[in-house]
């Protein structure tokens, strides 16, 4: 199995970090992704209760359906360094 093979088999991918902002690099991501085919999940604390393209954001990712794959994206001033 090559490193990114699995994606081939992942229906259900949670992107969090997806929020309402349009500019955000986790808005575009999902959007990418779900024209793809992908079923996705936005996650975002802040902005949980409101849509993305038609699908609720949730407030954490154990809100939705089981999740297979994460992708999380956060601001620089958030990350280590």
Same mark, same amino acid.
């Given at each position: ?11 259900? &991918? *949670?992107?969090?970090? $997806? /929020? ?15 024209? =793809? ?5 936005? &996650? *975002?604390?802040?902005? $949980? /209760? ?15 359906? =089981? ?15």
């Amino acid at each position: 199995m090559s490193d990114i093979s699995f994606l081939r088999h992942t229906r259900s &991918v *949670h992107i969090l970090g $997806a /929020g309402l902002n349009q500019d955000r690099p986790a808005h575009r991501a999902f959007q990418d992704m779900k024209n =793809r085919g992908y079923r996705m999940v936005p &996650v *975002h604390p802040r902005d $949980a /209760g409101n849509t993305i393209e038609g699908l609720p954001i949730v407030p954490h990712p154990w809100a939705s359906d =089981r999740p297979e794959l994460f992708v999380m994206f956060l601001s620089p001033e958030r990350t280590l360094t």
